[in-house]
């Protein structure tokens, strides 16, 4: 048993789509939740520079006392997961997008992958695809400025829509039809998406839920559960808390208050 909080961050506010799978499957539980979007997007962060952010979030944690700590994106998992895990001396969970599950799920045999530049280049993303989607045809697409929408809370305006047509119109011409959300902002954009796609039968696939059914195996295997229900989140983010606020309040659909990490 223990009471001390999860750690959950991310670029951005991205992660929040994970914290919610992980507030729904743990409710006894307590998370800080680090946005640094002072510093997003980590997609065209310089390897150096992503380090050390890395560094400084997983440092904020220890000095709170987290028991477990969550990567909730992509791009830093794909560069820093190894690194974290080898200097950190906790359980920490990672995540990477779901090309598994889509190359079992398709029906067209074409998958198409949504991610940032970084991830997508990554030796990790890699050797994902080739081991587990060799039989399949993917179509992936950095998809820059979804995550500066998403940072803005603009997730279905028209330069919103006009982006995401302008990246799924080709894969919906290669009989696309399942996509992976590789980043964790983009599930705050999966109606726009299936706008969009219209007519276009498309299954969108994130992590969000797989990533908090590992964490919770991981906390009942270290047994770092809650001891009793202590819901106390707190939220951080490196950028300014009081336009933070609005973005949070937005994606969470409640008010939270933000303050600066
Ligand atoms: N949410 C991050 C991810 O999952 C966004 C990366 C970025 O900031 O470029 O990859």
């Not at 799978?21 to 800080?32: F, I, M, Q, Y």
């Not at 890699?126 to 039989?135: G, H, S």
């Not at 996509?179 to 039968?201: D, E, Q």
């Amino acid at each position: 048993m223990n009471n001390n909080p999860i750690g959950i961050f991310d670029s951005g506010v991205g992660g929040l789509s994970v914290y919610q799978a992980v507030r729904k499957h743990l409710p006894k539980e307590s998370c800080v939740y680090f946005a640094d979007s002072a510093y997003a997007p980590y997609g065209k962060l310089p390897r150096e520079e992503l380090h050390k952010r890395c560094q400084h979030i997983a440092d904020y944690f220890i000095e709170r006392n987290v028991k477990a700590m969550v990567i909730a994106c992509n791009t830093a998992t794909a560069l820093m997961a190894d690194w974290l895990r080898a200097e950190y001396d906790l359980p920490i969970i990672a995540l990477e997008p779901a090309i598994k599950p889509a190359a079992s799920l398709t029906r067209s045999g074409h998958i198409g992958v949504f991610a940032t530049e970084n991830t997508l280049h990554s030796e990790r993303y890699q050797r994902l695809v080739a081991q587990y989607a060799r039989d399949t045809s993917i179509h992936q697409v950095a998809c820059h400025g979804f995550v500066e929408q998403v940072e803005k809370g603009e997730l279905d305006s028209p330069k919103t829509l006009a982006l995401i047509k302008q990246y799924l119109q080709p894969l919906l011409e290669y009989k696309v039809d399942t996509l992976v959300l590789g980043c964790t902002h983009y599930p705050f954009l999966a109606s726009s998406i299936k706008k969009v796609a219209g007519a276009a039968s498309l299954k969108l696939l994130d992590t969000a839920e797989p990533v908090s059914l590992q964490l919770t195996r991981v906390l009942a295997k270290h047994d770092l559960f809650n001891e009793i229900a202590l819901q106390n989140d707190q939220f951080v983010t490196s950028a300014s808390p009081s336009e933070a606020q609005t973005i949070f309040t937005k994606l969470l659909n409640r008010p939270v208050k933000v303050q600066q990490g």
